[in-house]
């Protein structure tokens, strides 16, 4: 590299010096001929046609990239332009002005002049594409004449990857293999599902497959085969009625198996092009999908029944210039909404979950609000802990693991030039300027330690004589009786920061939150209800918002606290925000809720756990229900996407719920009552919530808990059940079955590396690479950047680290970040602009890489081992045994 850029100041400078240029260049050639090249290669890289046959350098962007860079090409300065600029026939010689070949990006013309061995392998395909196309064309047609099923693909798709490239791949490099498959593997399965997927566009990237066929190759007995996927189908079901009734997510994918669990085995062409590959439609069960752009109120990612995000359509992948990659700035007052007239509820708890009643003294409650009974709950809990401890299970779920981190390395291996060459092929885009969400991060350590420090020192130069406590003590004095100046302060001073004396100390961990170990700094500083109303901790609150505004393509889920101490927290929280203006578009809420009843309880704040209950959800119903008779909270709760459960996971409990459990208003004891019960009484209240959100038009909420960061597995038993995605999930590495389960399911989980690593686990040992592997839905995020990150942009920070520890990809990063975007709670039409107005859609036809910079291929291969994996759960059922009695491409090689 630095040669080639010693070259391109010599040509700047004088034209004697052209002359060395030329020879350094063809010398540079020479050299790459010599060394690996073959002739075919050096051919094409040295064929100098700027305005015969298309260069190959836009073959190559044409390959891999969708029509919408295409476009971009065209109108923006074209690296085509540079092709020219091939080895041996310099810009300069062909007269253009040294000047403008710099300025028509000086980047692109020295990244196209070498043809270093990513390019060469797409130029290479290129080459090729054409007569395999042809040949292609030939056998479909002659298919067409025997009367098989056409493939769904048509021309024009086709051309959105190059002129068939992809398909003749596909075909080239699988179709050898799929003679010996049996008849349900994954494209099977995708090709019955997707019968009605007329109109559907395909996306066919192609990349080398990682498949193995054989007989009875799933590694285990037949009979723990079918044991396991009908353990692992049921187990699939409850998470699915879990989801479906309390309004969250649950993937469409999974749900179609369950559609159609008996396919018919199709005569169909075993090698046409489309099988075995990613797009999978939409919906089995209705058909107006496609055209009418249902998925809003499908299952898929969106939940929130916005009127507007039903009207918009999925269209053909649409370019960045027809629906661009920043969404409207929005205007006006973000706390305005409609005021809907009161539905006139009467709203009473029984047995701990809210219920609506007609009229004041209705003994029955109204229809329509269902939810899971305690009982339901326990049963169902049971069984999927008996599930998780099952022996046969538990090695099926393992080797399927094994096998899922294995495909993976072969990927990887196989692919991961194209790859990347996929991410160089797009103009403008990398890891900088894709969208990242902070998934999980607490309100209240948002800031980094430099940046409290010096909003301390700020205020207290400016504000000193604000009264802060209700002593009537002002600011200085408050610092006073510390015997603290503004000088004295430091970070050292602040010590907010994690160490390693926090490591499996919560407890200690906890207090860190208090800045110079003084609860009343946190106090003033970091609390939304104090003496001066939250001010301050608005106020810096406003400056990260500010930050992650300027940085454009970062945002945050933070975490306020209601503590269901009192009744009034919501309204106080909910004047809190809109009085201070805490509001930025690059910022949703969630609410937490710490489990602190016995700290409640012991202190005779609370005298049982339904007060508790009361405290945090009864607001909520009001406001619900009659949003004039709490118009702030109503007003709030509009940006607000879910609940999330916090505190130490690790403190002893019985992880265990029975029926025999005493009730909410039973619960007396000083003791807490376990997580699971935490958990099954905020899902509960939260279904018949989002139930009454609905019926009046507002967005409903989802649950997001901490869950599996340190205490009893299960912990994550009921994240499955009831949580849209978990925070940490590092247990997971101790349970195959759960984790297994998790990938089928597709729940996110919201990863901290640093954090563990200051709390429970150490860095190196931290399961997020192997989870990534797998294909488990993880994003990246800070927890606590007040006592975990160094810089003013600790997701960054995050990022970063994990990159250069685990030596992440371009590729591995790219999709943190999307699966960040799709499991945040940002609104859908949010989402359209980040990700492209189609990427509900499953697999390639919803990713565009022009905005999440993340390779069709990799999406594809996700896509493809899914659709493998749920073969395998769902094609080797007894049922089907007669005619799939083995499924598949991907089976664990016995061994
Ligand atoms: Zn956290």
């Known amino acids: 590299?630095?040669?080639?850029?010693?070259?391109?100041?010599?040509?700047?400078?004088?034209?004697?010096?052209?002359?060395?240029?030329?020879?350094?260049?063809?010398?540079?050639?020479?050299?790459?001929?010599?060394?690996?090249?073959?002739?075919?290669?050096?051919?094409?890289?040295?064929?100098?046609?700027?305005?015969?046959?298309?260069?190959?350098?836009?073959?190559?962007?044409?390959?891999s990239a969708d029509s919408d860079d295409d476009e971009i090409m065209a109108s923006s300065p074209p690296p085509q332009s540079s092709s020219a600029g091939l080895p041996g026939n310099m810009t300069p010689a062909t007269g253009a002005p040294p000047a403008a070949d710099l300025a028509s990006g000086g980047g692109t013309s020295s990244y196209h002049i070498p043809q270093f061995p990513i390019e060469?392998?797409?130029?290479?395909?290129?080459?090729?594409?054409?007569?395999?196309?042809?040949?292609?064309?030939?056998?479909?047609?002659?298919?067409?004449?025997?009367?098989?099923?056409?493939?769904?693909?048509?021309?024009?798709?086709?051309?959105?990857?190059?002129?068939?490239?992809?398909?003749?791949?596909?075909?080239?490099?699988?179709?050898?293999?799929?003679?010996?498959?049996?008849?349900?593997?994954?494209?099977?399965?995708?090709?019955?599902?997707?019968?009605?997927?007329?109109?559907?566009?395909?996306?066919?990237?192609?990349?080398?497959?990682?498949?193995?066929?054989?007989?009875?190759n799933n590694g285990v007995p037949l009979e723990d085969l079918h044991w396991a996927s009908q353990q692992l189908m049921e187990a699939l079901h409850i998470r699915e009625r879990y989801m479906r009734v309390s309004h969250q997510s649950f993937p469409n994918i999974t749900s179609k198996f369950f559609h159609k669990k008996?396919?018919?085995?199709?005569?169909?062409?075993?090698?046409?092009?489309?099988?075995?590959?990613?797009?999978?439609?939409?919906?089995?069960?209705?058909?107006?999908?496609?055209?009418?752009?249902?998925?809003?109120?499908?299952?898929?990612?969106?939940?929130q029944p916005y009127p507007r995000a039903r009207v918009i359509k999925h269209e053909d992948r649409q370019s960045i210039a027809d629906h661009p990659v920043h969404p409207p700035a929005s205007v006006g007052d973000p706390w305005q909404c409609d005021f809907p007239p009161s539905l006139g509820f009467t709203i009473r708890a029984q047995d701990g979950v809210f219920q609506l009643y007609s009229s004041p003294d209705s003994e029955t409650p109204v229809q329509g609000f269902p939810y899971p009974n305690l009982e339901t709950f326990c049963r169902d809990m049971q069984r999927l802990c008996t599930m998780i401890s099952d022996g046969p299970l538990k090695s099926f779920c393992y080797r399927r693991l094994s096998y899922l981190s294995s495909k993976f390395q072969l990927h990887v291996l196989l692919n991961e030039l194209r790859e990347l060459a996929s991410q160089k092929a797009i103009p403008h885009r990398d890891f900088y300027n894709i969208r990242k969400v902070d998934t999980h991060i607490h309100a209240a350590s948002c800031m980094n330690q430099k940046h409290l420090l010096r909003f301390i020192k700020k205020t207290l130069k400016n504000h000193s004589d604000e009264v802060v406590s209700a002593g009537g003590m002002t600011l200085k004095q408050v610092f006073e009786s510390m015997k603290l100046t503004s000088y004295d302060l430091t970070v050292d001073m602040l010590d907010v920061h994690a160490d390693r004396n926090t490591f499996h100390r919560f407890d200690k961990f906890n207090s860190k939150y208090n800045p110079i170990g003084e609860s009343r700094l946190r106090e003033v500083f970091l609390?939304?209800?104090?003496?001066?109303?939250?001010?301050?901790?608005?106020?810096?609150?406003?400056?990260?918002?500010?930050?992650?505004?300027?940085?454009?393509y970062q945002n945050a889920e933070l975490r306020l606290s209601i503590y269901g101490k009192s009744r009034d927290e919501w309204d106080k929280l909910a004047k809190w925000a809109i009085s201070n203006k805490v509001y930025s578009d690059n910022v949703r809420w969630l609410v937490q809720i710490p489990r602190l009843f016995d700290i409640?309880?012991?202190n005779n704040i609370l005298d049982n756990f339904q007060q508790l209950l009361d405290n945090v959800f009864l607001p909520l119903f009001e406001a619900t229900n009659d949003p004039n008779s709490h118009p702030d909270l109503h007003r709030f709760l509009q940006h607000?996407?879910?609940?999330?459960?916090?505190?130490?996971?690790?403190?002893?409990?019985?992880?265990?719920?029975?029926?025999?459990?005493?009730?909410?208003?039973?619960?007396?004891?000083?003791?807490n009552p376990p997580y699971a019960y935490y958990q099954y009484y905020m899902y509960a209240n939260m279904t018949v919530l989002n139930h009454l959100?609905?019926?009046?038009?507002?967005?409903?909420?989802?649950?997001?808990?901490?869950?599996?960061?340190?205490?009893?597995?299960?912990?994550?038993?009921?994240?499955?059940?009831?949580?849209?995605?978990?925070?940490?999930?590092?247990?997971?590495?101790?349970?195959?079955?759960?984790?297994?389960l998790y990938y089928v399911a597709q729940i996110g989980i919201a990863m901290s590396p640093l954090s563990n690593n200051s709390l429970f686990l150490?860095?190196?040992?931290?399961?997020?690479?192997?989870?990534?592997?797998?294909?488990?839905?993880?994003?990246?995020?800070?927890?606590?950047?007040?006592?975990?990150?160094?810089?003013?942009?600790?997701?960054?920070?995050?990022?970063?680290?994990?990159?250069?520890?685990?030596?992440?990809?371009?590729?591995?990063?790219?999709?943190?970040?999307?699966?960040?975007?799709?499991m945040s709670g940002f609104p859908h039409r949010i989402k359209q602009y980040w990700l492209g107005p189609n990427y509900t859609k499953e697999g390639v036809a919803g990713n565009d890489i022009s905005r999440t910079n993340v390779p069709d291929i990799r999406v594809a291969y996700r896509n493809e081992t899914l659709l493998d994996e749920l073969a395998v759960i769902f094609g080797s059922m007894p049922t089907n045994a007669t005619t799939n009695t083995n499924s598949g491409t991907s089976t664990v090689p016995s061994s």
């Open 527 to 552: 609390k939304t209800d104090n003496y001066t109303g939250g001010k301050y901790f608005a106020r810096v609150i406003n400056e990260v918002a500010a930050d992650l505004e300027e940085s454009k």
């Open 762 to 822: 150490n860095y190196h040992r931290n399961p997020l690479p192997e989870y990534l592997a797998r294909g488990l839905v993880i994003s990246l995020s800070t927890d606590d950047p007040l006592q975990f990150h160094f810089t003013k942009e600790p997701l960054m920070e995050e990022y970063s680290i994990a990159a250069q520890v685990w030596k992440l990809s371009a590729c591995d990063m790219s999709e943190l970040a999307r699966n960040s975007v799709l």
């Open 262 to 303: 008996h396919p018919k085995p199709q005569g169909g062409d075993p090698s046409s092009p489309s099988s075995g590959n990613a797009s999978v439609l939409h919906s089995s069960d209705s058909v107006t999908d496609v055209s009418a752009g249902g998925d809003s109120n499908n299952k898929t990612e969106i939940r």
């Open 640 to 671: 607000v996407v879910g609940f999330d459960s916090v505190d130490d996971e690790s403190k002893p409990e019985n992880p265990f719920v029975d029926r025999e459990v005493p009730k909410p208003a039973q619960w007396r004891e000083t003791d």
């Open 120 to 216: 060469r392998i797409e130029s290479k395909m290129a080459a090729i594409s054409s007569s395999l196309a042809k040949e292609m064309d030939e056998k479909r047609a002659a298919a067409a004449a025997l009367g098989y099923p056409q493939s769904t693909m048509n021309k024009d798709d086709r051309q959105l990857y190059g002129d068939g490239v992809s398909i003749s791949a596909q075909s080239s490099t699988t179709a050898g293999i799929e003679k010996q498959l049996p008849s349900t593997t994954g494209a099977q399965w995708q090709q019955n599902l997707s019968e009605d997927n007329e109109g559907q566009y395909d996306f066919v990237p192609h990349f080398q497959r990682v498949s193995i066929g054989g007989e009875d």
């Open 600 to 602: 409640f309880r012991s």
């Open 1 to 63: 590299m630095s040669m080639l850029t010693a070259t391109k100041k010599t040509n700047i400078e004088d034209d004697a010096a052209l002359l060395s240029t030329v020879t350094t260049n063809s010398m540079l050639n020479q050299l790459r001929a010599d060394s690996e090249y073959d002739e075919e290669d050096d051919e094409l890289t040295t064929r100098p046609t700027p305005t015969g046959s298309p260069p190959p350098v836009s073959k190559t962007t044409a390959n």
């Open 693 to 740: 959100r609905i019926k009046q038009g507002f967005n409903t909420f989802v649950l997001r808990p901490h869950c599996g960061e340190a205490g009893a597995v299960q912990h994550l038993v009921c994240g499955f059940m009831m949580a849209e995605n978990i925070s940490h999930g590092l247990l997971l590495r101790k349970v195959p079955v759960l984790q297994y």
